[in-house]
């Protein structure tokens, strides 16, 4: 690598269970093999990278976002606090306002234009993040509170610990979440490569083309790895190559993946078919770096 910041790869896909998380924490500890890789998972709504990566804790804390809080002596029930709010945060409600912090997107709107500063910015914990080690491996998860209903401001808080704790060269996978809606444009919005998990069948391509075309419109370079290669059809390579999109890695379909899997086992350790798709997958990263 000749650039001077981590490289980041997203690890992303159209649909829930395709293998994006089989991907992402086996390629982040075969990489770890060889250099210093951090794994973070981004998907801190249901995060589960961690069922298959084990490490020292180094490092843990709580996550805030601020949120207004009503000071009824000093409000005048102007109004102005409700007709800003793009997010219906809050309502005024008679001679009261009231406040639902489960919408707020902390934008400060209504209490930077309050006229009487009662609406102060409080800060409310939104979840947390571990971080662990394991020789040349970091893991690094976060995990929203139960009732928080926002992802994107945890995986914004989750991506400026990567940016402040990793400033060299070093490579940084981010397990992402699934779909395309606000926490995967959060969660891809700073990444170098956005490798695209899909399978080979009319939902996975339904899903997978979704995908793609908001990773366009983000303008990033992408790659596919075709998982559970062997079922359904051959529709999913036919688009790719029409479309000029580089197929990584074709992944088997074998019940003895699933069991490793299924036992929070690493897969490219045990199996030699799925460790030299993910050496294809380690030469193909080099074209699209380069």
Not at 154 to 183: M, V, W
């Amino acid at each position: 690598m000749t650039n001077h910041r981590p490289l980041k790869i997203a690890i992303a896909s159209g649909k829930g269970g395709t293998g994006k998380t089989t991907l992402a924490t086996n390629l982040a500890s075969y990489l770890a093999e060889k250099m210093e890789v951090v794994l973070i998972d981004l998907d801190v709504e249901e995060p589960n990278s961690g069922l298959f990566i084990q490490g020292d804790l180094n490092h843990e804390e709580d996550k805030f976002k601020m949120v207004p809080v009503w000071v009824e002596d000093q409000c005048t029930l102007c109004g102005i606090c409700q007709k800003v709010c793009n997010f219906h945060a809050l309502i005024q409600l008679g001679k009261m306002i009231m406040v639902f912090p489960e919408l707020c997107h902390g934008c400060y709107a209504c209490s930077e234009l309050c006229p009487e500063s009662a609406l102060p910015m409080v800060p409310k914990k939104m979840g947390k993040l571990v971080h662990y080690k394991n020789h040349q491996l970091h893991f690094i998860e976060s995990r929203l509170e139960i009732g928080e209903e926002q992802a994107v401001p945890l995986i914004r808080q989750t991506r400026k610990y990567i940016d402040e704790h990793f400033k060299n060269e070093i490579i940084c996978i981010y397990d992402a979440p699934p779909g395309t809606s606000c926490p995967v444009i959060e969660a891809t919005k700073d990444a170098d490569i956005v490798i695209l998990v899909t399978e080979p069948t009319p939902f996975g391509l339904h899903d997978l083309k979704l995908a793609i075309e908001t990773m366009i419109k983000l303008n990033k370079r992408i790659g596919v790895v075709l998982n559970r290669y062997g079922i359904g059809n051959d529709d999913v390579l036919n688009y790719c190559e029409e479309e000029g999109i580089p197929v990584l890695a074709k992944i088997p379909n074998s019940r003895h993946i699933a069991e490793l899997y299924s036992q929070g086992k690493l897969i490219y350790r045990i199996t030699s078919e799925v460790k030299n798709e993910f050496d294809k997958i380690i030469s193909n990263l080099g074209i699209l770096i380069n």
